[in-house]
């Protein structure tokens, strides 16, 4: 017997899904315009399987407006055919019925899924998200701009010999498609293309050579993990993730990845490496690890694990504000750029009165002269012995208690400025101090909400796999250490026990993070957010602080409102 794969032997599930034996439904809309306030006035529906009719489906529909004279005109459907017609809400769960499991095709197939897509939107139906072809699309890879100059249906249908004649009305437009359809699948038969997975990387204009390497993920398993493209000196190019690895990395060997960067990544690379996953959130956390690691030439981001900014106390008697990338305990981030930290260290020597300056300041006999922001008011000066040690350290305590979660009040006193500043119509002033408000609270809310998780030693958390099994995670100093699944019919707890006891040993580091990128710590707290996940195990109770800056995210909310006015403004 040979081998699966063996000779050019395909295994039986790569085979793919035989055209002759799937289900298409060819449909077509006639509608009151083209824009997105338009509605549909008319289906058309044909379900073939193996080249024969299985049934048709067609209505008028009432679109509840009136059909512009232009589009009468077009398709001869008069506002008086349509008066006693069925309305959209009654019309669309029948059609998605006769659709249901089957592939749609349509002429010019964005338009008339669009028109279903939103209309489903509306009326509170699911979009299945099915699988669907283009005829237009699949003319003009088959056929030759001399043979076909246009792609207009009623140009293919009368250049292939359709049995029906295009008119502008959908069940006779889908019937046309229908014929049209066929005859294009018999001239990819032709030349080898059996399958639905191989129409769909038919379609699209491959190179040669990125259809050769398709061989390179024959080997990837259907299952959650990441995956590596090595370049010809075994150095890893690019670095992804996938819910479904076979599937996500023969993508990159179509004409679906369209980003010339990506394209040219898969013309270097020569083999394809994989990490199988238990579920997507080791996938993406290993995705974050291995990118760090290598430091690929085609990924964007995550290469520098500690790329964020953080504001943390200089070490000195009178101590300022310090930009630094590895923080200390009590630093206040991560900011995502610069910039945004330099926005938040001016508001928060407003608000508490740190010194801006970057003068060493000694704890006694200060004889410095002072600068100008002592004469503006934005300075105690120190430096020049007008304020002792004893006297300054309340702005000290302001910023950490700030961090801490202790006490809000410099966020009040920046937006007492910005009320201030309002009343006197200084509005562009209102403008900056609101923006970098803005900035702190949410900076100041994310960072609190990472370093409650990463102060925890160890946490067990559990997530429904959609199938009546259990996804786990276990998380230490806000790092996934170990990760695993319980199938359908599997205890858990065992499973739990099992993955405590063989998950990596992690040792909290400094800073409010203990040492854990921050990235990582966000994807885990994202995943812990997410609707339906339960706490199995924790060390210690999981806890944010009372006064943190959550309780200021309804200011956000109505500042992201003003700010999105001004920019529509």
Known sequence: MTKPGAGGQLAFDELGTPLRATTFVVFDLETTGVSDEDTITEFGAVKVCGGEVLGEFATLVDPGRGIPPEVVALTGITNAMVYAAPRLDSVLPAFMEFVSGAV????????????????????????????????VQLARRVLTREEAPSCRLSALAELLHASTKPNHRALSDARATVDVFHSL?????SIGVQTLEELHDYIPDVTPEQRRKRSMAAHLPSTPGVYLFRGPGEEVLYVGTAVDLRRRVRQYFTASETRRRLREMVALAVRVDHVECAHALEAQVRELRLISAHKPAYNRRSKNPKQSWWLTLTDEAFPRLSLVRTPRDGALGPFRSRGMAEDAMVALQDATGLRPCTVRIPAQRASGRPCALAELGRCAAPCAGRQTVE?????????VGLVAGRLLDPLRVLEERLHAHSAAERFEQAGFDRDRLSVLVR????GQRLAALASVAELIAARPDGNHGWEFAVVRYGRLASAGVARRGVA????VDMLAASAETVLPGEGPLRGAPAE????????????????????????????????????????????STEVGV
Not at 391 to 399: C, I, K, M, R
Not at 443 to 446: A, C, G
């Open 104 to 135: 749609l095709v349509a002429h010019n197939a964005g338009f008339d899924v669009n028109f279903v897509r939103k209309a489903c939107e509306r009326h509170g139906y699911r979009w299945p998200k099915p699988t669907v072809l283009c005829t």
């Open 185 to 189: 699948l018999e001239r990819v038969g």
């Open 391 to 399: 006297e300054y350290s309340p702005s000290v305590s302001s910023f």
């Open 443 to 446: 900076t100041l809310d994310r």
């Open 492 to 495: 858990p707890m065992p499973v």
């Open 520 to 563: 990582e710590v966000a994807l885990v707290l994202r995943w812990l957010d997410r609707p339906g996940t339960r706490m199995v195990r924790c060390s210690r109770p999981w806890t944010e602080p009372a006064r943190a800056a959550a309780s200021w995210r309804g200011w956000l909310t109505r500042a992201d409102a003003a700010r």
